[in-house]
């Protein structure tokens, strides 16, 4: 089951729905990529009427949070052997997510809420990590809150967030007086591009700054609640400052260095939240001392705006199609002839201030690069991004990477 919305359907997804003919709510969004379809003489979409797709969904769900173990019968909060599995249902954007919690069972539901919602998730996940500082707080208490009541260096970030969007590393007084100015003038440009169930301008984390490589990872919780990894992304950084999603990258030997260690962490995980048959994308830090703290659980799909087909271009295979189809990657074979590669995935976003923009000239941006895998365009004059890129960088020449995530790209820009 596939739930399509705004602000990006991929072809790549469009296909792979149309050609298995899985299940689609029948929204606004699926109408219109179907209807391209078919003026394209293309296999067309199974549209599934709302009411519909609603009982499907919720027929599919059976004891799958777990909840109702008793420790005080010695029981953890593992998925509950013998207990129906829930339906597969996978959303390429956050924005359905307001749909599904409205239609789905309540164990959902609340799977859903604590997931999305970071306070949240620490609060669950606390027994792996119990002296992980964090705190939960209202804009209004946020904008109040002197610096000297900081345990800086932190990070300040929505409780509800998306994309990065409104993260601030605080090290000082003065970011932390540019973080609330910053806030103040973004908030209302939030609110008019997502939902309050994607980005909450209302509801904020101040926690730890987690020192260590960051790691985007595209797992799925299978129907007996174990973990599997469909690809695992480096996320680098330009500096300490800088918090924006760039540039991630995957490899052979990033697979083969982290693939058993994270999937080990994520059944220590799962074991606290007992979910089966649920996909995520998770962004966490590892320590060089083998600390692992997640900084966001992104319920019911993997990297945003389609982005997780960098494991079509990367590896040859859909990562949603892992997880709808109940497969687990090959790795060992998978990753044969990929050593000394980079695989790429670089968000083209807008410098902040950015002026107006006339055009932006993709062409020059391409030839940047030695091997270009896709390029995608973005409407820049409604997103903060001008689109998305995947390469195929050799590990010994990453100097095209390495200028690419310090530009703030106006040079291929017309203002």
Known sequence: MIILDQPYVSPELLAYAAARQEPVLDNYMARACSTDLKMQGRQVLNLV???????????????????????????????????????????????????????????????????????????????????????????????ALPFEALRAPCVLKPAVGFFSLGVYRIGNAEDWHAAKSAIAAEAERWAAQYPQSVVDGNDWLLEEYIDGDEYAVDVYFDQDGQAVICNILRHEFTGDDDVSDRLYYTSADIIHERLAEFEDWFNRVNALLGLRNFPAHVELRRHASGRILPIEFNPLRFAGWCSTDVSLFAWGFHSYGCFLEGVKPDWNSILKGKEGKLYTLMALNKPANCPPIRDFDYEALAKQFAKVLCLRRNDYTRYGLFGFLFTETPENQREELDRIARSDLLEFALI
């Not at 799958?64 to 509950?80: H, L």
């Not at 129906?84 to 959303?91: E, S, V």
């Not at 599904?100 to 069972?105: F, G, K, L, R």
Request: net charge neutral.
């Open 49 to 143: 009427p709302e009411d519909r797709f609603a009982a499907m969904l919720r027929g599919g769900q059976g004891q799958n949070q777990g909840q109702n173990q008793s420790q005080e019968q010695g029981q953890n909060n593992s998925p509950a052997h013998g207990a129906a599995a829930p339906a597969r249902l996978y959303t390429c954007s956050e924005n359905s997510l307001a749909w599904v919690t409205e239609h789905c069972s309540p164990a959902l539901a609340e799977a859903i809420a604590k997931l999305k919602n970071k306070a949240l998730t620490r609060e669950l996940l606390r027994p792996l990590d119990p002296d992980y500082y964090y705190r939960r707080l209202s804009l209004a208490e946020m904008q």
